[in-house]
Structure formats: C-alpha cells, structure tokens
C-alpha cells in the first residue's frame, strides 16, 4: 500500500518537481554560503592580516568535522534511520549554527589576537574561531546534501532521474554564481566584511522556509500510512556499511569523486585572486569572472543529465569532464598568459567540467547501490570527498606561503601570487581522477551495472 502510495505521487510531474525545486532553493543558499568568502581574498589580508596559508586554513576546515570525527558518516545513518525530513531540518539548524559562529567571528572579534592551543600550536583567533563555524556549518551543509540526493532520487526513479539530479545540482549552482559576484560589492557598498554572511543566513532562512514546503507534503503523503507497514527492505541495517565498502564500482567512485572535487573546488577559493593578480581585473569585479563557471554549469549540468538518461555513458562522461581539467590548469600555469578573453575561456571550459562529472556520477551511485543504503552509501563518498576538500585548500595554501611569494602588490594593495605550482597540483589531480575512472569502467563491463550502455 505504501508504495502504491508513493508511485502515485511520484507520478505526478506538479509534485515531484515541486519537491525538486523547494529541495535545490535550499541547497543554493547553501552553496552561497559555502563561497561566500573565496572573493575577499585580498580584503581580509588587507583588513584582518589573513595570510594565504591562514586563508588555506579556513577552507581546509571545511572536512573537519566531517572527516576526523566522521560526523558526516554518522549523518548518513541518521538520514537512513530518520528519513529526509528529519534529516533535512537537521542539516539546516547545524548549518545555521556554524554560519551565525563564523559571522560572529568576523563582525566582532579582532584581528592579530593569538590563542595557544596545547599540541595544535598557535592561532589568529579570529581565523581559528571563524574556521570552527565553517566546519559546523560544512556538516550541516554535507548532511543536508545527501538528503537532498537521496529525496531526488526517491521521486525520480525510473524517471528522469539523471536529469532532475542535474538540474538539482544546476538550479543550487546560483548560490555559488551569487558567492562569486556579489560579496566585494557588498563589502564596499556597507562597509561592512560580515555582509556576504548576513546575506546567506537570509537566503538560508528562505531555504529553510521552502523545505518546510517539502516537508509537509511527505507528511501528507505518510498520514494514512502506518509506520509498521513499511517493507522490510526500506529499513536500514548497520551492517549494511559493510555491505557498500565491500563494492569495488563504489569506491572507484568515491574516489574519482574526491580528486575531481579536490581539483576544482579548491581552485574556485582561489580563483578571485588569480583574476585580479595575474589578469589584471579590478578587485570588485574580478568575481565576476569565476562567476561564469557556475553559470555554464547551471546550464549543461540538466542537459548532460538528458544525454545520460537517454544514452548512457555515465563513465565517459565523468572521464572527458576531467581530462578537460588537465587542459585548463595547463593553460593557467603558463607564465606570461594574461590575456584576459584566455581566463574567460578557461573558467567557461571548467563550467563545462563542472557539469559533465555530476551529472554523470550521482546517477551512477544509484545505479550501483540499493536505495535503502543509499543514504549511507552518499555519506561515505562525501567523508572520502572532505578528506580532499580539507586537505587541498590547507596544501594549495602553504603552497602560495613558501612557494609563491612574489613580493608584489596590485593597486589595491593585494599580494601577488605564483600560482604556477598550485596549477600543478590541480591537473595532477585530474589525473590521477581519470585513472579511477577507467577502473570504474572496467568494473561496469564486469558487473554489468549499466553505467555505460542503459540496462
């Protein structure tokens, strides 16, 4: 009866793509806030003294919580044992938490005060405080992520699953155009470095309003139904862990996915001081150009969500996505490329990266894992993603601290990097990723999972 149910309302376009678009509001405010201070580079040094290696830092907290305490892990479970609706609503209150710790962090608390921590060493306090609400707010944001994927793929099975996650993932992608463009005006126009921040936990707070939207039509649909009627196999057992890490295509995922992301994440922190140092763009308007990236990735991301429902290839396309990332890196690090049109085609070359893997590879985790572990299943592959998306920011940082001084300013006083190395770095990422990737495709020849050519 519950599936009957749960079909009829699946079927329904209104209300499955209602759900997608309250559940991607969300998800956009959250990847706003996730960028929100990759533009002000050159003004927190400017106004707080942040070093690069102290901006690298910050980033680099983001898998803090996730990774060491696998907190994002613990998250899956809950999302699995729970449901999406209490899972969601639990990932917006944690990421609340940790956005109003990091605003206090810079609205209030001053700049060059050190605090001494036994074994860990010596800290600006305001960097290491406003880097604890990025790790809390990181967890709610991961947590609220794998629901997110999990209640797409619920409403959108056996449809066009492909597509809706790819317009998921395109739709939220205007949180990270508005985190490229808008926080320097918004600095300069209030005066004020915690203004990007105040506006995030706005957008938040309307996210938050628009699951609720999400939240009671699963209620509706779950009154009639008794709790005791579920079917066994919706429920999740713990050992089911064990059963995920046992799958090889699982983990050749997990791990292009975490390199991939580790290669163009990290960059996009940097990216607003690479147009304005090497490019010559001035500081307000220099987000304007990493803001083309999630614009072409808003736009691609569905339509190669359609080529994979319809055609297949799903590990050819996370393979082309990332071989394009050796090409734009290579071009970055060329010394004395600073042509600025160079810098836009690059950022819209990576925007189509930046589309081709996702649209590709969440399918594909469904495709592989049951749908009652596929909560869990999400989880891991995000823990082994913030494994990447700590350690890189803090390596790519410290990187620029001893590697990449110049001893040059801009106008505006911002330092100018060498980011020849950290390119490097980036493209050896890439492929290391497409090794995996041509793993993952051996292994869908040999499973038969239907990756490649649709079952």
Do not use: H
């Not at 678009?21 to 960028?35: A, R």
């Not at 596929?374 to 803090?394: K, R």
């Amino acid at each position: 009866m519950v599936e009957k149910i749960k079909q009829t309302l699946a079927d329904s376009p209104a209300a499955r793509w209602t759900v997608l678009v309250m559940v991607s509001l969300t998800m956009m405010s959250g990847y706003f806030l996730t960028d929100a201070l990759s533009p002000l580079q050159g003004l927190l040094e400017q106004k707080f003294g942040w070093s690069g290696s102290e901006f690298g830092f910050f980033f680099g907290g983001y898998g803090w919580l996730n990774v060491v305490l696998f907190m994002l892990i613990i998250g899956g479970i809950i999302l699995d044992k729970k449901g999406p609706r209490f899972t969601g609503i639990f990932g917006v209150v944690v990421m609340l938490i940790g956005v109003l710790i990091k605003y206090y962090a810079i609205e209030f608390m001053p700049a060059d005060v050190d605090i001494v921590i036994p074994i860990a060493g010596t800290f600006d306090s305001q960097v290491l405080t406003a880097t604890v609400g990025y790790a809390i707010f990181a967890f709610g944001y991961e947590t609220f992520g794998i629901t997110a994927n999990k209640i797409v793929v619920r409403w959108f099975r056996g449809k066009e699953m492909a597509f809706a996650l790819g317009m998921n993932v395109g739709f939220a992608r205007i949180g990270t155009f508005l985190a490229m463009a808008a926080p320097v005006p918004l600095v300069n126009w209030t005066g004020s470095m915690s203004a990007p921040i105040m506006v995030g936990l706005v957008l938040l707070g309307l996210g938050f309003l628009s699951f609720m939207v999400y939240f009671f039509m699963d209620k509706k649909l779950e009154k009639s139904v008794a709790q005791e009627q579920l079917g066994d196999d919706e429920r999740f057992r713990l050992g089911d862990i064990f059963k995920i890490i046992k799958i090889k295509g699982f983990w050749y995922i997990a791990m292009m996915c975490m390199l991939f992301y580790a290669a163009i994440l990290p960059f996009k922190k940097f990216a607003v001081n690479i147009v304005e140092t090497k490019f010559g763009v001035d500081q307000e308007l220099a987000g304007l150009i990493p803001a083309l990236l999630p614009l072409a990735s808003l736009l691609l991301t569905p339509i190669f969500g359609i080529i994979y429902d319809k055609k297949g290839k799903g590990v050819t396309l996370m393979i082309l996505g990332t071989a394009l990332l050796i090409v734009i890196y290579t071009v970055f690090s060329i010394p004395g490329l600073d042509n600025l049109y160079t810098a836009i085609a690059m950022v819209l070359l990576l925007g189509v990266a930046f589309a081709l893997v996702p649209a590709a590879m969440w399918p594909s985790v469904a495709k592989i894992i049951p749908e009652n572990q596929l909560g869990t299943a999400f989880a891991l592959i995000f823990w082994v993603q913030s494994i990447g998306l700590s350690a890189v920011p803090l390596i790519i940082g410290n990187v620029l601290e001893k590697y990449g001084q110049t001893g040059m300013t801009t106008e505006s006083g911002t330092s100018i990097y060498d980011y020849q190395l950290p390119m490097f770095i980036f493209a050896g990422l890439a492929i290391t990723a497409i090794i995996f990737g041509f793993l993952l495709k051996r292994e869908d020849r040999l499973k038969n999972y239907g990756l490649e050519k649709l079952k």
